[in-house]
């Protein structure tokens, strides 16, 4: 089975264990999903994908035009490897994991990470719910989430942080609830 690693690093021959800001422990993470692996080819803070029932991996906008802001005029290379016996299958799916080091058997160069992504959307490998289609509901369950990462990530004590700058300008209404519930809580004693 061939197993893919994207990054925005070119040249690399061994793919080297790293730690994750997912918390997760230091090891390769790969998978049998060519658009998962595309859309960890660009480092940002946030991978909003998923599986439907039936097994398809789908991308959600969490804000409008997601997937082209984060995406679009970025470079990565796509790096095959193969299954071996240290590799272990995760929960999620098409997720391959080592705590080795692997040899890369190719590296391609992808010049715009988004138009390898749509390219995959065209052949029906990959689904974008955009931002614009979503329900009322959707959006406000959006709304909630980013809040709680905001508190969970405590980015109100960081505000000029890289994090807390992202979830500012990306997510304006999580934010002032953020504040006005810090403001709130601090004027209660």
């Given at each position: 089975m061939t197993l893919y690693h994207c990054s925005p690093t070119a040249g690399l021959t061994v793919l080297r264990p790293n730690e994750s800001r997912f918390g997760k422990p230091s090891q390769v993470c790969l998978t049998a999903s060519l658009p998962m692996a595309l859309m960890?080819?660009?480092?940002?803070?946030e991978y909003t994908y998923g599986y439907t029932r039936d097994g398809r991996i789908y991308y959600e906008e969490y804000f409008p035009n997601a997937l082209k802001e984060l995406y679009r005029g970025k470079a990565a290379c796509l790096y095959t490897c193969s299954l071996r016996e240290d590799m272990r299958a995760t929960e999620?799916?098409?997720?391959?994991?080592?705590?080795?080091?692997?040899?890369?058997?190719?590296?391609?160069?992808?010049?715009?990470?988004y138009e390898a992504l749509m390219e995959q959307v065209d052949r029906g490998a990959l689904k974008v719910v955009r931002w614009e289609d979503a329900t009322p509901q959707r959006r406000a369950w959006v709304v909630d989430v980013e809040?709680?990462?905001?508190?969970?990530?405590?980015?109100?004590?960081?505000?000029?942080?890289?994090?807390?700058?992202?979830?500012?300008?990306?997510?304006?209404?999580s934010w002032a609830r953020a504040v006005e519930d810090a403001e709130h809580k601090g004027g209660q004693s």
């Open positions: 960890y080819g660009v480092k940002h803070f999620i799916p098409n997720e391959y994991v080592t705590p080795n080091e692997v040899p890369a058997d190719s590296e391609t160069a992808i010049p715009d990470v809040l709680m990462t905001i508190r969970e990530q405590d980015l109100l004590a960081r505000p000029d942080s890289p994090f807390a700058r992202y979830m500012r300008e990306k997510y304006p209404e």
